[in-house]
């Protein structure tokens, strides 16, 4: 073997042998901390309560870190340690919110991050614009990678009909009733930890497809668009958690369905575009679209996904329909839509893979 001992300046050494990045051996208490940040970020802040009921169920499924249940008081410690450190601060008594000085982990999905920015952004400024919001994130972006901006489509007003109210066309301003009901909203639709144990095990992390995940924007502006509608109904509030009850039922089992055969969940037709009176369920149109990522639909698989996933709705009171498309057919349609300026026909996402 040739050795060349001729002398490299050390510009050409940095570039033939650039320095390895050094990786954090994760630590209790450097786990500990990042699961409080993830659910800080996720859920727009975090209690106590949710922020020790989450990092439990995380160590305790951890091999890494069996001790804890040897020392459960060690835990104890290990969060309010990471609460004390720079990277969380108090919003309010008890609620816990992220270090506005400090970045945000970019291992995190890109749609919580954005979220949180954005709630972050209004909560300071009491009231904005979509421009300014719009701005305040292509920087924020732009900052932490360097210049290059991640493509996440993220859509502003959607993102802040969570954590605000628009006063005026295009004017938001903040409301912490809607970031309660976030909260609430995102708690609701938490998959249980069976679920996510046997993703781990089908490997799903390994595969460069996203999996499903119910798009939280979505959900909030079909359950607007339906308050809106029921304005003299004094039972919607019981009525739409009925609702949501049949759709979390559904989107669970349309997430678990022949892996990776569906695409993207939609609420299409009038009960998503304009909204309907609840009062009138059953009898009203309650329908989902499912884009499967096949060329061709056969009447078998209606068969098939109606009694796997559908038949075990209980929605004798709701009557949820669906109907599938393929994934060209989608994109044809979306296309059309682009052309005549109609994207509103095309339905609401449900559950996707952002």
């Known amino acids: 073997m040739y050795l060349n001992f001729r002398k490299m300046s050390p510009q050409r050494f ?9 990786i954090d051996i994760p630590t209790r208490p450097t786990y500990v901390e990042k ?21 439990i169920q995380q ?21 309010q340690t990471a609460l004390e450190s720079s990277r969380f601060t108090i919003w309010k008594p008890g609620l816990w919110i992220m270090n506005p000085q400090v970045p945000i982990d970019l291992t995190l999905p890109a749609i919580d991050r954005a979220r949180y920015q954005v709630f972050e952004f209004l909560k300071e400024k009491k009231e904005t614009t979509e421009g300014e919001v719009n701005t305040y994130l292509l920087t924020r972006f732009s900052e932490t990678l360097e210049g290059n901006i991640e493509p996440t489509n993220i859509n502003v007003s959607a993102l802040l009909r969570h954590v605000g109210r628009e006063i005026e066309p295009h004017i938001w301003r903040f409301d912490e009733d809607r970031v309660r009901y976030f909260q609430q909203l995102r708690l609701f639709f938490q998959r249980s930890k069976v679920d996510e144990i046997r993703e781990s095990i089908e490997d799903r992390a390994a595969s460069q497809e996203q999996p499903l995940r119910p798009n939280f924007e979505g959900i909030t502006l079909l359950l607007d668009r339906l308050r809106d509608a029921n304005e003299n109904n004094n039972n919607f509030e019981s009525q739409s958690h009925r609702l949501l009850e049949v759709l979390n039922t559904m989107l669970n089992g349309l997430s678990d369905y022949r892996e990776p055969l569906v695409e993207q969940v939609l609420a299409v037709g009038e009960w998503a575009q304009y909204g309907i009176d609840l009062r009138n369920m ?3 149109d309650i329908l989902v679209q499912i884009v499967l990522h096949a ?3 056969p009447f078998e698989l209606y068969r098939e996904m ?9 929605d004798g009171d709701i009557l949820l329909q669906f109907q599938l498309v393929t994934l060209t057919e989608w994109e044809r349609a979306k296309e059309i839509a682009r052309l005549k300026n109609r994207e509103d026909v095309l ?4 559950l996707d893979r952002r």
């Not at 940095?14 to 050094?22: C, G, L």
């Not at 699961?35 to 990092?55: M, N, W």
């Not at 796997?308 to 709705?313: D, G, P, Q, T, W």
């Open 295 to 297: 060329e061709e639909r």
């Open 59 to 79: 160590i305790l499924d951890s091999r890494a870190f069996r001790n804890y249940t040897e020392n459960p008081a060690n835990l104890t410690q290990d969060i």
């Open 35 to 55: 699961e409080i940040e993830r659910l800080v970020v996720s859920y727009l802040g975090a209690d106590i309560k949710l922020i020790t009921a989450g990092v």
């Open 347 to 350: 339905g609401i996402s449900l």
């Open 282 to 284: 059953p009898f009203e």
């Open 14 to 22: 940095r570039t033939v042998y650039p320095r390895a990045a050094v």
């Open 306 to 314: 109606s009694q796997r996933v559908f038949s075990s709705l209980n």
